[in-house]
């Protein structure tokens, strides 16, 4: 037989390095980026075409490179950050693995053009799938421009695995975000084609969470500071009553950089265990300066994981220092966040004169005629709409209900203030409160779509949010079905988010935190895109407005959930796939007592 073994040929191998180091365009920035810190910039622009699927540009006021040295940089391996493995043990760099142009290089049409201070003319040099094309001197500024075009142009299945326009630049933004929170002392700027996304000037860190998530945030950092002889701990945390549902607001960084550690994040979790609000993840932004040495950050290529030399003390000092904040700024009491919410301020209204609402009047209204008046039902009724009524004709759509109504004329028991039991003529049922208004809401505002329903509650006192710029381009992603449920939303301004209605089975009060976990949601998710919009804002609203556990209810409501439950399509499952009740047949309970 014949020997099969073969040494793959470079472009090959190249190719393969590039599916770790260069998975989209969000990641060939951070790598951009990183060689442009490395390089001692500390002016940085990135310019972005169609979310760098047709094109990125990075350009520098960096060291730049000799005319030798440009040759090398795109060669497999070509680093001038380490040259012995020892080096490996004492990372200071951003970069040393001498993979990300070669990688870029070899998926991509790369142009890169360099001068060094010391140098009269640059160099530019063209090179398309790892071949050199063209060399030439050229007139430049000192610095580095790196140009990126048509990337994945010879991967097609990498290409298709690319997501949407706004996708792609919400990865681009949370990658520059954490590259430039992590050096607040270099300018950055990104643009998409002519708009500027962000300017951000030289600031201290303070400054620049500011500059990147809006003034708004600054009223919920804490400021955390220790120092022990391994490690400094510098930053923010976030207020716990400003937490998220996602872990978008986590930001850790070790001699800053950017990095992934759950052995860490749990031990900040922990510090906050009893005052985060039910399902919510802590915020921070947490700056560990530890002796490189006691590092090892060659885990793996896109070197976001970090070994420690002693992870368990630092476990512990991370976590009495988080403890520590919390607690000298007061916020460990029991704070009452249900109560907060129902008649808030918004902060961004806070020095604004109030407003007295602009009801239209319906000159023709005329209380004795048949139909219910729009305002009546839609404004004065709020704390109903939730549940609302059902028409006497579906009640017998049901044969379930249909049942309990006949059995005993509709009795049923809140138990626990979280389950309500009612019976037919052969079983007991027993049901989760929250799960089946969950399951309601969603119907309902499922239906609004499917029968072109846009009907929509005007909101009193409309409310604004400021929006970050990813929440801007979820904004634009979901605008249209969001108008089609019922809300009216409308961007003033640039990141100025003005809600002023929204459907009537969502109560009022509630608007800025519906949308506010909407964006959440959507924000670190990206798998979403593949779902219906539809189907997404729905469940999320269905999980941020429903009754929860815990709340007692009067008799009429508890009645309501039990008719509109069983006149859904799908009765048994919550839209999380979640079993809404479960009943004990006559048979099962004579057994108990046999
Ligand atoms: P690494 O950063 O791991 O060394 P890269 O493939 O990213 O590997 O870059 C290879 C080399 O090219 C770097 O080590 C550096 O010497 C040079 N280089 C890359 N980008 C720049 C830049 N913006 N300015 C100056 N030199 C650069
Ligand atoms: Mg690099």
Redesign the pocket.
């Known amino acids: 037989m014949k020997d099969i073994i073969k040494i793959l040929p470079e472009h090959v191998s190249n190719q393969i390095a590039a599916g770790e180091v260069v998975q989209r365009p969000s990641s060939l920035i951070k790598?951009?980026i990183?060689?442009?810190i490395?390089?001692l910039?500390d002016k940085i622009q990135v310019f972005l075409n169609q979310s760098g699927k047709k094109s990125i540009k990075?350009v520098?006021n960096?060291?730049?490179?000799s005319k030798k040295?440009?040759m090398?940089?795109?060669q497999r391996h070509?680093?001038?950050?380490?040259s012995e493995s020892n080096d490996l043990f004492n990372i200071k760099?951003?970069?040393?693995?001498?993979?990300?142009?070669?990688?870029?290089a070899a998926v991509s049409f790369l142009e890169?053009v360099?001068r060094r201070k010391t140098d009269k003319f640059g160099y530019k040099i063209k090179i398309k799938a790892g071949k050199i094309e063209s060399n030439e001197k050229v007139v430049s500024n000192v610095?580095?421009?790196?140009i990126v075009k048509n990337l994945f142009f010879n991967v097609p299945a990498r290409r298709n695995f690319l997501k949407s326009d706004s996708v792609e630049l919400r990865h681009i933004i949370n990658e520059f975000n954490r590259i430039s929170i992590a050096h607040h002392d270099i300018n950055f700027t990104l643009y998409q084609r002519e708009s500027e996304i962000f300017s951000l000037l030289k600031s201290s860190i303070h400054g620049r969470i500011k500059n990147i998530f809006g003034k708004k945030i600054e009223e919920n950092l804490i400021p955390i500071r220790e120092k022990t002889s391994f490690v400094k701990i510098d930053g923010y945390i976030i207020k716990p009553e400003a937490s998220k549902k996602t872990r978008g607001m986590q930001f850790l960084f070790v001699n800053n950089r950017f990095i992934k550690n759950n052995f860490l994040f749990h031990s900040i979790n922990k510090a906050y265990e009893g005052i985060l609000p039910e399902k919510n993840y802590p915020g921070f932004f947490i700056f560990l300066e530890v002796d490189s040495k006691s590092i090892d950050v060659n885990i793996h290529p896109n070197k976001i994981e970090v070994r420690f030399e002693d992870e368990q003390s630092l476990y512990s000092i991370i976590n009495s220092t988080v403890k520590h904040s919390l607690g000298i700024f007061q916020v460990t009491p029991t704070i009452d966040f249900e109560a907060k919410s129902s008649f808030e301020i918004p902060y961004s209204k806070r020095f604004d004169q109030p407003i007295s609402p602009k009801i239209e009047v319906d000159s023709n209204f005329n209380p004795f005629k048949n139909t219910t008046s729009k305002y009546h039902s839609k404004i004065w009724n709020k704390s109903e709409t939730i549940y609302e009524e059902v028409g006497s004709s579906n009640l017998f759509n049901s044969n379930l209900l249909n049942e309990i109504v006949s059995e005993n004329g509709n009795k049923i028991f809140q138990i626990m203030n979280s389950y309500l039991i009612t019976s037919t003529s052969n079983s007991l049922l027993i049901i989760d409160q929250e799960r089946a208004h969950q399951r309601i809401i969603y119907e309902k505002l499922m239906k609004k779509i499917t029968k072109s329903d846009n009907s929509s509650q005007q909101l009193i006192f409309p409310v604004n949010l400021i929006l970050s710029e990813s929440q801007k381009l979820i904004y634009y992603d979901l605008k249209n079905t969001l108008t089609e449920m019922g809300f009216r939303v409308n961007l003033k301004d640039k990141l100025n988010l003005n809600i002023t209605g929204i459907p009537g089975i969502c109560s009022d009060n509630k608007a800025t935190k519906i949308i506010e976990d909407l964006f959440d949601e959507f924000e670190n998710d990206h798998k979403k895109e593949s779902f219906s919009y539809g189907d997404l804002i729905a469940k999320s609203i269905s999980q941020s407005t429903s009754i929860k556990k815990g709340i007692s209810l009067q008799k009429e409501e508890q009645k309501k959930i039990v008719n509109n439950l069983f006149n859904c399509k799908e009765q048994l499952l919550s839209p999380f796939q979640q079993k809404i009740f479960f009943s004990i047949s006559k048979p099962e309970l004579q057994n108990k007592f046999s």
Do not use: H, P, Q, W
């Open positions: 790598e951009l990183e060689n442009s490395d390089a910039s990075v520098d960096g060291l730049g490179m040295d440009l090398l940089c795109f070509a680093t001038s950050k380490i760099s951003k970069g040393f693995r001498g993979e990300a142009l070669s990688s870029i890169i360099t610095g580095t421009y790196v």
